[in-house]
Every structure is written in C-alpha cells, then in structure tokens.
C-alpha cells in the first residue's frame, strides 16, 4: 500500500507540474521574445535587445491606450475603494432589512459570466438609448471591480473587534471620529489590497472593455488584441511583457504593503 501510494502522488505531483508548465510557458515564451533582436521572433534567440520597448514608447496608439487604462484603472480604484468601505461597515457593523438582497446584489457581478454581463449592459444601454462612453466604461468597471473589494474589506472588517470602536464611544467619539481614528487605520491593509486588486483588475480586462468602450478608444488589453488581429508585429511581445509586470508586481506589491502595515498596527 506503500508503495502504491507512493507511486500515486509522484504521479500527482508530476501531472501538477505540467499543468503549470503549460499554463506559464507561453508567458515566459513572451517575456523571452520580447527581448529577441529578430523581426520575426523564434528559437534559438540571435541575442538581447530593448529595441521594442523603445519602439512602444514612440507607438502614440500604444500610449493612448495607456494613459486611456491608467485612467480608468485610478478611477475605478478610487471609486470602489469608497463604495466599498461604506457597504463593507453597512454591511458587517449593522442590521437592517434587505442586507441579504443588497449582499447578493453587489457580490452577483462575480458569480455571473463576464460575457454575459457585457452583453448584458450592452443591450440594457441601447434600450435607453445611450451611447458608449467613457463614463459608462468606467461605470461598467467599477461593477466588475467592486466586489472584490467588498470581500477583501469585510474579511479585515469581521476580524476587527467592536470593544475597540465602542471604547472610542465611550471616551466621547462620535461615529465619525471613531472610524477616522480607529476603524480606518486597522482596515487600511485590506484597504490598500483593494486599491491595487481594483486597479488590476481594470487595467488588465478586455472581456468586458471590448463590448463597452467608445469607437476609437482602446484600452492596453483592446491594444493587444487589435494588434495581434491586424499583424504579428514584436511590439506586441513588449507590450505583453508590460501587462504581465504590471497585473503580477501590484498583487504583490499590495500584498507586501498589506503585510507591512499590518505588523505595524500589532
């Protein structure tokens, strides 16, 4: 029985670890493409080179779509940072009829298909008659990203005990200053994981951002694929790399930052 069951989780661990590879080995084949000198990129590599990088900062499309991401990211992050603190502290410190419906409501944009939630706005908007813009892009990321943020700032909500609120109370707080003073500073590590998931999260959908963007405007995700759609070009390897250093270094940078503040409240 030993034996097999030896045998059985090699074959467990081996199977996990050509799962992985298939799943990260196209990205590391982007970031090593990205450095490759050769117009038409392949193995092995003629050597190393940061021409199309430099190529992408002279793209005035590239860099539209940019400052166009980098905006809606910012926005969406600042935005559904606010939302969600408020409706985490409605959410967990109160009671109040149809705080189950509201609870759904706001987590149903994870449990629904992506598609069917653009399509879905999409058809909503044209029945009222109201063209894409880039508030509604931004309205439509703010319900993508919310959620997400009303989970991480619950968690640390429920983990944050009441004595010390009602301690403030007592000492002649008012419910203001006691969230400004005490409430706040021990929420802010799930508050700065939601800014940078938030941000990531905008910046890196193309989903949804296909079906609800102006004509004309493209966000980077839109870039890329407008680009892989019209030529191969290796730009587009650059511009790969960029998107996978910016949705892999926030999460953890906001995670270390997360854990820093952390230890500094103990």
């Known amino acids: ?31 090593l493409l990205s450095f490759n000198p050769a117009q038409f990129g392949g193995f092995p590599m003629e050597g190393v080179t940061l021409r199309w990088f430099w190529e992408l900062a002279a793209n005035d499309m590239v860099l539209r779509a940019l400052r166009t991401s980098l905006l809606i990211g910012a926005l969406s992050a600042l935005i559904c940072t606010l939302l969600g603190i408020l409706a985490a502290m409605a959410l967990v410190r109160y009671e109040f009829r149809g705080k189950e419906w509201i ?23 044209r029945w009222l008659e109201q063209p894409r813009s880039l508030v509604l ?12 943020v009303v989970l991480v700032v619950q968690a640390r909500l429920i983990g944050i005990k009441r004595v010390y609120e009602e301690a403030a109370l007592s000492l002649g707080a008012n419910r203001f200053q006691t969230f400004r003073e005490v409430t706040l500073p021990l929420l802010m590590p799930a508050v700065l994981a939601g800014i940078l998931l938030a941000f990531t999260i905008s910046f890196d959908n193309v989903t949804a951002t296909m079906f609800w963007r102006p004509a004309g405007v493209e966000t980077m995700p839109t870039q890329i694929f407008s680009m892989l759609r019209n030529s191969i070009s290796p730009e587009i ?13 926030l999460p953890v940078i906001g995670a270390a930052l997360a854990r820093y503040v952390g230890r500094g409240q103990r």
């Open 1 to 31: 029985m030993n034996g097999q069951g030896g045998w059985g989780w090699r074959a467990v661990k081996a199977f996990t670890v050509l799962v992985y590879l298939f799943m990260f080995a196209p990205i590391a084949v982007t970031v």
């Open 103 to 125: 609870n759904t409501l706001l987590i149903s944009p994870v449990l629904i298909p992506e598609t069917v939630l653009a399509v879905g706005l999409l058809l909503f908007l």
């Open 137 to 148: 892009l931004l309205l439509g990321h703010v319900m993508l990203t919310l959620p997400f």
């Open 237 to 249: 390897n650059a511009l790969g790399t960029l998107m996978i250093v910016v949705t892999v270094g």
